[in-house]
C-alpha cells in the first residue's frame, strides 16, 4: 500500500459542495473555513528580505547566528522563557514542517505512540501515521500510554482557542518526563490570548527552570502576517534540538538567508502584532455578537484566531446553514470524532467580509 493510502482523506476536499453553494450567494462567498492571513506583511520584514536578496551561497541548517539570536530575544522578552542559549533554537521552515515531520527526525516510529488533543488540528495525527507510529487522541495526562514518544499540547489551541493553564502545563510536562517523552507543544497564536494567560512551556513558572525534554514550536505566519515567508522555529532541549539538526543536516532542511534576514525583523518589532491584535479583536467582537444573535454558543474561544460555535446540531448541517448564506466555515468533524457538532469560525478574513457575514447572520 501507497504512504498516500494509508492517511485520511484531505479534510477539506469534503467542503467543495459547501463552498459552491456560498459562492452562488449574491454578495458573494465570505471564507471563514481556513486560518490564513489576509492583512499586509509588515513593511519590516519585506524591507529586510529585499535586503537580504542576493544570497548565492547556501544557508546552515542552525541558521545564522544573529537568526539565533533574535529568536533568543524574542522569547525572552515576549514569552518569560528561562535563559537560552543559541543551542537552545532552530529556525525551521516554517511550523507546520516540524509537526508533520517531528516523530520522523526524532525517529519514533514503529512500536511508538505519539499523543494529541482529543480536537486537534490534523497533521498531528498524520505526523505519526507517516513515521509509522502510533496516534493516540489524548487529553488527560495521567493516561499518557508508556509507550509514548512525543506528546504534543497546543495552547491556545487550534480549532477550539482554548488556553491551558499553569497547573495543566505543569501536569503535562510532568507526565512526559515520567514517560521519557518528548512534549512539543504548538504555541503558534501565543500573540492571540484574548480572555486568558498565554504561557509556555519555557516558562519557569511551567517548567522550574528545566527544559528537559522540552521543546516550544513558534511561527511567524499568524503573528506577523507572513504564512508565505514558510518561517518558524522551535526551542528548548538542546539535546533535543542537536538532535534535529544532525537529522536534517543529511536532509537539506534549511531555512534561506532572505527569509531568515525577514523573520529577525519581525521578531524584533512587536509594534505591528499590536496592531495586528486590534484588527482580530475587532472582528472577534463582530464575528461573536452575530453568531449569538443567530442562535450560536461560543465554547472555549479564549484565544488563537478563531470561535468555536456550535448550534447543537451536527456540524455538517450547520455547515450547510452557513453556505446557505454564503458564508464557509470548516466543520468540527475535521478535528476529531468528538468535535461533530461545533464549527470553526476564522477570523482571518478582511474587516469587509466579517461585516458581510456579521449582516448575513443577524438578517
Known amino acids: 500500500m501507497s504512504l498516500a493510502r494509508s492517511l485520511p482523506d484531505f479534510p477539506w476536499d469534503s467542503l467543495r459542495a459547501a463552498k459552491q453553494r456560498a459562492a452562488e450567494h449574491p454578495g458573494g462567498i465570505v ?62 521552515i516554517g511550523t507546520k514542517e516540524v509537526v508533520g515531520w517531528l516523530p520522523q527526525l526524532l525517529g519514533v516510529g514503529q512500536g511508538r505512540s505519539v499523543v494529541h488533543p482529543e480536537c486537534a488540528y490534523p497533521t498531528y495525527e498524520v505526523g505519526a501515521l507517516v513515521s509509522g507510529a502510533r496516534p493516540v487522541p489524548l487529553d488527560d495526562p495521567a493516561r499518557v500510554p508508556d509507550d509514548a514518544g512525543i506528546i504534543w499540547i497546543n495552547s491556545p489551541a487550534n480549532p477550539t482557542g482554548r488556553i491551558l493553564g499553569l497547573e495543566e502545563l505543569r501536569a503535562w510536562v ?103 491584535r486590534e484588527r482580530y479583536l475587532g472582528r472577534r467582537r463582530t464575528l461573536r455578537s452575530a453568531l449569538e444573535q443567530a442562535g450560536f454558543r461560543i465554547d472555549h474561544s479564549e484565544g488563537a484566531l478563531y470561535l468555536w460555535a456550535t448550534r447543537d446540531e451536527n456540524c455538517r448541517d450547520t455547515i450547510d446553514w452557513l453556505a446557505e448564506r ?38
Open 174 to 276: 510532568a507526565a512526559a518526563r515520567s514517560a521519557g517523552a518528548v512534549l512539543a507543544s504548538d504555541e503558534c497564536y501565543a500573540e492571540f490570548g484574548w480572555d486568558a494567560e498565554v504561557l509556555s512551556v519555557l516558562d519557569p513558572r511551567v517548567n522550574d527552570g528545566d527544559l528537559t525534554g522540552l521543546l516550544a514550536v513558534h511561527s511567524v505566519s499568524k503573528r506577523s502576517n507572513a504564512a508565505g515567508y514558510r518561517a518558524g522555529f522551535v526551542a528548548g532541549d538542546r539535546s533535543v534540538i542537536a538532535e534535529l539538526i544532525a537529522v536534517r543536516k543529511h536532509l537539506g532542511m534549511m531555512l534561506s538567508d532572505p527569509v531568515q534576514a525577514a523573520m529577525r525583523a519581525m521578531l524584533a518589532d512587536q509594534s505591528h502584532v499590536d496592531e495586528q
Open 31 to 92: 471564507d471563514l473555513s481556513v486560518g490564513t492571513p489576509v492583512d499586509p506583511t509588515p513593511d519590516v520584514a519585506v524591507k529586510a528580505l529585499a535586503e537580504a536578496g542576493q544570497a548565492p551561497g547556501y544557508p546552515t541548517v542552525w541558521g545564522c547566528p544573529r537568526t539565533r539570536d533574535a529568536i533568543i530575544s524574542y522569547l525572552e522578552r515576549e514569552l518569560s522563557s528561562v535563559e537560552l542559549t543559541d543551542e537552545n533554537v532552530l529556525p525551521v
Open 326 to 363: 454564503g458564508i464557509l466555515a470548516a466543520p468540527g468533524d475535521f478535528y476529531g470524532r468528538e468535535s461533530h457538532q461545533h464549527v470553526r469560525i476564522a477570523l482571518t478574513a478582511t474587516d469587509e467580509r466579517i461585516a458581510a457575514a456579521a449582516a448575513r447572520l443577524t438578517q
